[in-house]
């Protein structure tokens, strides 16, 4: 892989309520490498859009950053001020929303909201603008671009839309770009396309995605590498192949079982709900619900074991001492496909 | 390794053996669940200045009509020359405006002895022209006006809410007249309506009363009618309606619940508009005129005399005020109790 | 949209002689005989008034020649002005409303759009609770009560501006805050509570995502959006400032309709009230048939198509 661009170190966030100091993001380490796919799964509430906001400088008002850095090309940007920030998003560092009916302004003409970043980051005129955004509108698909330009966000499906979306985030050719759910609000045969499109354009572009999801199947066709979130925690990472087909932590089994292959014949929920993060588990957050919990696991935080160069995971499970558990069976055949892949590589 | 600083037990890595009904209990809510109204009125007692208000409102209306037994019209209309236009005098308080002086000419002089007014005769917020006592004017006054802006916003209620559930719920042809009349209605000034009914009747109470009641009443049917439409299409309705329930039960149980806090807020606006109408009114000489009593009738009389005397229009005006800001503070403070989404 | 402009336009003809209708009839049903000086007046006197000014026709025949003479411009004779025409009438002392009621409009359409913006930015600091209290104050403050406190401590008392009157632009200055006050306070309110809405929204999330400063995005993406429902609003002003000139013109003798009107009322004069009565529900249908056709041309979201429900 290419060189590391993003390094998050430690990052500790916080949200200050009424109720108290809700504790989202808590000690998260992740990188980010050149030309790369980076997917962070997890379930809702679990903090993967407050790690990316984190990365925009878009925290909301009530967020703290506790600790830890962000290093983007060996600088921190959570030292950097709203000015120079303003300097980074949407040229250095873009992002795709999940929602694109709400994120296009409904007054204003597609073609200036696409130009917009244009004239504000490479001091581009008005028409010259306009013209870059037509041939950017062109290349995520958006036919008869010309007239089109001139239209307003209402006049178009929510799969165009988001296809516009992807052109602002992209006018200004982003190092990296963060793609927030984008096909959560889309239809499953628009999702295909939009994916398709982003693959193409990571290639044309060379930018670095971090892409934001809940959806396991998403990511299969998506990542080069896959970050595991639950409760404001990165429980589990490494690449694709590691994640999907030798899982360490019960949490992945648990969200790999409950997606729907072509072998399941009956899907499995994770029972109960994530810890509340206003009073954090001492132990491991997921303890509550892991069937195959130990004592430690209320005690103590486990530390990342690693299982391969690339592919670290935070359960006891792997402590040397543990004892040896059986999976389900949809991992224990998971498993069997890694060991024939991996006997292919050697 | 890093495994030192951990302090592992012989223990540590046996079963932790979850059982069912612990994983019940987490899943249960904490907090008992509150209605609808127990949840708008917690939010309501969080706003400060909506519980003044309301506090404000209920104080009014206590002392206004509770005044009823000890001040009385026939007394207000008799006049006391000898006590004309007397300022405030509070036993006990000297500050100038309020200890029976008044500047004439520059000069601060106690009105009260000049005329040979008895030192144990004193009137806390002064006398009018005729020598009525202001503060018994306006307290009556404001029973006038708070009348005349409660029954008015009843009558716009009982009209509003009946046409607005009819053609909210009849829909089709029944709801498309309905809208062409209200359109056609809501094009003409009120000011008009209420100028035509007032030439055509007697000015008075009951005519101002019918005339704000008359003109008022379309902005309340139009909100809940759009209401109606769109909880009729609501799933929950729909689900009602498909089991077989009765119209008229769906509407006991469904739409009056969710109408109820629209009726609410609009009532809250439509007071105070309402006592403004009057006022006004009574102000320009076609509301409610001289020997009767009302917020408008006293500004009217204290405007006349402004210049020489103006403690005669402002006690007036500030009452009036105050009961304003007091009914829209209240109406935003429900609105934002009853709809969480507009609270900021 | 040539549909539908036509159909609004019928219905604004509908409307509009139903209003003359209803006058008509009112005024017909109301006691007594407009003559002023009525009580001076011999029978044969007044018959010969009657004849003057068509009173001694039947009713439907009145009607019938109100109605025809309102379509070609003829209000009618008034009875109290020295038998000048309505129409007259209305037309010398139309410029004066005018005026008072656009600067009104402006004055409070243009401070309200600043207050209520600079509330909802700086929205839950002190800046947005003086906002507040200060547009629940203007909303509360009855505009005739307004009116006599800056006649009597402005003019009266530190000489700015003249007390009454109208013989030029320092003459309409207090008048002109005392009508838009209420428009002022309710623009701010309803912009501050838009804005505080546009400003949460996803567009403006992407706007700070493109690295637009505060400035750009309040300027190009947020006013816009919460300026544009403003212009429902016009009509119910156009009410608001009708009924406000009635009072205003009347404390600060301005030669405008609405003082007119207020005399009209008070001596019975009835085919000046029906006049102003007519005059008002025009103008008042006029401006909201424009500002829905702006409506629509200024949101992009909006289109006319007749089915607005």
Redesign the interface.
């Known amino acids: 892989m290419g060189e590391r661009i993003l390094d998050v170190n430690n990052l500790e966030i916080n949200f200050h309520t009424y109720a108290g100091d809700v504790k989202a993001i808590r000690d998260v380490s992740f990188h980010l490498d050149k030309g790369e796919t980076l997917a962070i799964v997890g379930e809702s509430g679990s903090g993967k859009s407050v790690t990316t906001k984190s990365l ?1 400088g ?1 925290l909301a008002n009530n967020a703290r950053v506790v600790g830890g850095s962000i290093m983007y090309h060996d600088e921190d940007i959570l030292k950097k001020s709203e ?1 120079q ?7 250095d560092i ?2 795709i ?1 999940q ?1 694109p009916m ?7 003409k597609i073609g200036r909201q696409i130009a ?2 244009l004239m ?2 490479k001091n581009v005129e008005k028409k010259k603008a306009l013209a870059q955004a037509l041939e950017i509108l062109k290349l995520v698909g958006i036919d008869h671009a010309e007239e089109r330009i001139n239209e ?1 966000p ?1 006049q178009f499906s929510g799969g165009q839309r988001q296809r516009i ?1 992807i052109a ?2 992209l006018v200004c050719y982003p190092e990296i770009l963060i793609a927030d759910e984008p096909t959560t609000a889309l239809d499953v045969t628009i999702q295909a396309q939009i994916l398709d499109l982003m693959k193409e354009l990571q290639q044309k572009i060379e930018t670095s995605i971090i892409f934001i999801t809940h959806d396991l199947g998403v990511v299969a066709g998506m990542a080069d590498r896959v970050a595991v979130m639950y409760a404001g925690q990165i429980i589990e990472y490494g690449s694709v192949d590691e994640i999907f087909y030798n899982p360490q932590h019960p949490y992945t089994w648990g969200l790999l079982n409950s997606m729907p292959t072509l072998n399941s014949t009956d899907l499995q929920a994770i ?3 994530p810890p509340d993060l206003l009073d954090p588990p001492k132990g491991d957050p997921f ?3 892991n ?10 935080k486990p ?1 990342f074991f690693k299982v391969s160069e690339t592919h670290f995971a935070s359960t ?1 499970l792997l ?1 040397p ?3 040896k558990i059986t999976p389900p069976d949809e991992i224990v055949r998971r498993k069997k496909i890694f060991k024939k892949m991996q006997a292919n590589v050697n | 390794m ?2 030192e600083k ?4 012989p ?6 053996g ?1 059982d069912q009904e612990q ?1 019940i209990e ?2 249960k809510i904490a907090a008992p669940s509150l209605t609808f109204s127990q949840d708008a009125w917690r939010r309501l007692k969080k706003n400060k200045g909506a519980v003044i208000s309301l506090f404000i409102i209920l104080i009014m209306v206590i002392v206004s009509f509770g005044s009823t037994p000890f001040i009385n019209h026939s007394e207000l209309v008799k006049s006391n020359p000898e006590y004309a236009n007397l300022p405030a005098k509070v036993p006990g308080i000297d500050i100038n405006g309020l200890n029976g002086k008044m500047k004439v000419g520059g000069e601060w002089t106690d009105v009260y002895k000049e005329n040979g007014i008895k030192d144990s005769v004193h009137f806390t917020l002064g006398t009018d022209y005729l020598g009525h006592s202001l503060a018994q004017r306006i307290i009556y006054g404001t029973k006038i006006s708070l009348t005349v802006a409660i029954v008015a916003t009843l009558f716009d209620l009982l009209i509003g809410v009946s046409y607005g559930i009819v053609s909210g719920w009849k829909g089709g042809r029944t709801d498309n007249v309905m809208q062409r009349i209200i359109e056609i209605i809501s094009s003409i000034p009120n000011l008009i309506i209420v100028v035509l009914m007032l030439i055509v009747f007697k000015p008075g109470m009951t005519s101002i009363i019918l005339a704000l009641a008359i003109s008022e009443w379309t902005t309340m049917a139009r909100m809940i009618r759009a209401e109606t439409l769109s909880l009729k299409t609501e799933e929950y309705v729909l689900a009602a309606r498909t089991l077989g329930e009765s119209t008229g039960k769906i509407a006991w149980k469904h739409l009056v619940p969710n109408v109820s806090s629209i009726i609410i807020i609009q009532t809250m606006y439509t007071i105070p508009s309402a006592i403004f109408f009057e006022a006004f009114l009574s102000f320009i000489g076609i509301g409610i005129s001289a020997p009767q009593t009302s917020l408008g009738v006293l500004l009217n009389d204290g405007q006349k005399n402004f210049q020489f005397l103006p403690y005669q229009m402002w006690y007036p005006a500030i009452v009036l005020v105050i009961l304003m800001i007091a009914f829209n503070l209240l109406g935003d403070g429900l609105r934002d109790a009853f709809d969480p989404r507009t609270r900021r | 949209m040539k549909k539908y402009l036509l159909k609004r336009v019928l219905y604004m003809v509908l409307t509009l002689f139903l209003v003359a209708t209803i006058t008509f009839f009112l005024m017909k049903l109301m006691p007594g005989t407009p003559y002023s000086n009525q009580e001076k007046m011999t029978p044969q006197q007044i018959k010969i008034m009657n004849q003057q000014y068509g009173l001694d026709k039947p009713i439907w025949m009145q009607y019938v020649i109100y109605i025809f003479g309102m379509v070609h411009g003829d209000l009618g004779t008034s009875f109290q002005f020295s038998n000048q025409p309505v129409s007259y009438l209305i037309s010398s002392r139309i410029g004066a409303s005018a005026q008072l009621g656009v600067q009104a409009m402006l004055f409070g359409v243009i401070l309200g759009i600043i207050v209520g913006s600079v509330a909802a930015i700086y929205r839950n600091t002190w800046v947005d609770t003086t906002a507040t209290v200060l547009s629940i104050i203007g909303k509360s403050v009855p505009n005739f009560v307004l009116a006599v406190l800056l006649q009597y401590y402005i003019s009266l008392k530190l000489g700015w501006f003249p007390i009454a009157d109208w013989e030029g632009f320092s003459y309409t200055i207090l008048p002109t805050i005392a009508l838009g006050v209420g428009p002022l306070a309710e623009t701010a309110r309803f912009i501050r509570t838009g804005m505080v809405d546009v400003l949460n ?3 403006i ?9 505060k400035f ?1 995005i309040i300027y ?2 947020a006013l ?2 919460s300026l ?1 429902p403003l212009v429902t609003l016009i009509g119910p002003y156009t009410v608001a400032l009708m009924t406000g000139s009635m009072v205003i013109e009347n404390i600060f003798s301005i030669p405008g309709i609405g003082e007119q009107y207020v005399k009209s009322i008070q001596t019975n004069d009835y085919p000046t009230i029906m006049g102003v009565t007519m005059l008002f529900c025009f103008g008042l249908v006029l401006i909201i048939l424009i500002t829905d056709i702006i409506y629509g041309i200024i ?3 909006i289109r006319l198509t007749g089915n607005e429900d």
């Open positions: 925009m878009l000015k920030m303003q300097d980074i998003r949407g040229k873009a992002m929303f929602d709400t994120s296009l302004d409904p007054t204003m917009e970043p504000k980051h307003y209402h979306v602002i985030a029972p109960g709900t303890a509550a619900r069937p195959y919990a130990m004592k430690i696991d209320e005690k103590e530390p006891w402590h001492d543990a004892p | 890093a495994e951990y302090n592992l037990q223990d540590s890595f046996e079963p932790l979850h994983e987490s899943e | 929204s996803d567009y999330e992407l706007a700070r995502a493109k690295g637009m400063n750009g190009h993406h816009r959006n544009i949101d992009p979201r």
